[in-house]
């Protein structure tokens, strides 16, 4: 009978996971491992009683277990302890697989977890800068920062920091800048969405206006989402000081985002950035409502908000 291996994990750590796991059976001598598609639980547990042609210790591993739904209970007299011939790893990418088998029997199944460190994690900005150290580069802070605000996967934040880090090297230069991770990260409409939201947030407005010209004639509501994100967290830190970390950190905000808001949280005020948030949340209601929203109504929103921004100075 087999042993069932629960591991929850997501996206490329979900893969290190399966090939770690792996690697300890491995050196247990499961030497068989085999792949199958998620199935029938009865079919699963019963055709995988015995190891396999080519091994007395076999695997299999089954992507996508969710799929399977809950384990039944009558079939729990099927599982072995970690000893048996045979293990079932079953790979979920939700982040609790408990309700699969029924919680009395978790003791006899392994369970392994992977979880991505929280955005705030140092063990990010680590990752990065240790990809950029193999190339003798080193990467600025706010280009980290961006880095960070680009890509949640761990593994794919380190292999585009290393990316970044070579084409450096290569090019004789010592720095990563923020302009590097807009060329090899982004795509053009990425980058002129950037544009507008950091030029917002650093008061430039000529900047500001040329980019949303630019970007004008494309889908509305993915840009009034984004200056909304944005703004919103800009909103708190100016009506909230004493409290704007613990807003940011509620709101998901990563660190790049974080500075920008808090920058414009300075420049605007609390009252011009509530009247901005609640403008984008009307954009957003009338485009959805089918009453109509258009390119001139975000327009004339942002110039309301920058109109006087060269005569004020930074307030609270």
């Not at 080193?138 to 380190?158: N, Q």
């Not at 807009?182 to 000529?206: N, P, Q």
């Not at 944005?230 to 990563?254: H, K, Q, W």
Request: hydrophobic share 40%.
């Amino acid at each position: 009978m087999p042993h069932i291996h629960l591991l929850t994990a997501s996206g490329a750590l979900q893969r290190q996971l399966i090939a770690s796991v792996l690697e300890a059976l491995t050196s247990r001598g499961y030497e068989d491992v085999r792949r199958e598609e998620s199935r029938d639980w009865g079919a699963l547990l019963s055709e995988n009683r015995s190891a396999g042609l080519f091994g007395d210790r076999s695997v299999v591993v089954v992507e996508e277990a969710e799929r399977m739904g809950p384990m039944p209970s009558r079939l729990a007299s099927m599982l072995e302890p970690d000893d048996a011939p045979v293990h079932v790893v079953l790979a979920f990418s939700k982040p609790e697989p408990q309700p699969a088998v029924p919680k009395e029997f978790l003791p006899l199944c392994t369970v392994s977890k992977a979880s991505a460190p929280s955005p705030w994690s140092r063990e990010r900005d680590d990752a990065v800068r240790a990809a950029a150290e193999k190339h003798a580069v080193t990467i600025g802070r706010d280009a980290v920062s961006l880095l960070k605000e680009l890509y949640d996967d761990l593994a794919e934040l380190r292999s585009e920091a290393e990316k970044i880090a070579l084409v450096c090297e290569l090019e004789g230069r010592r720095a990563v800048t923020v302009s590097d991770v807009e060329v090899y990260c982004m795509s053009d409409g990425s980058r002129g969405m950037l544009k507008l939201l950091d030029g917002i947030c650093r008061g430039k407005s000529a900047e500001s206006l040329a980019s949303l010209e630019e970007m004008s004639g494309g889908e509305l509501l993915p840009l009034v989402s984004a200056l909304h994100n944005r703004a919103r967290a800009a909103y708190y830190s100016a009506a909230c000081p004493g409290e704007a970390p613990a807003f940011i950190r509620a709101l998901g905000v990563r660190d790049y985002a974080a500075r920008l808001a808090e920058g414009a949280a300075r420049i605007y005020g609390k009252d011009k950035l509530r009247d901005f948030v609640v403008g984008l949340i009307r954009i957003n209601a009338n485009e959805k409502s089918g009453r109509g929203a258009s390119w001139r109504d975000l327009c004339v929103l942002i110039i309301d908000l920058m109109g006087d921004v060269g005569e004020m100075s930074p307030r609270t």
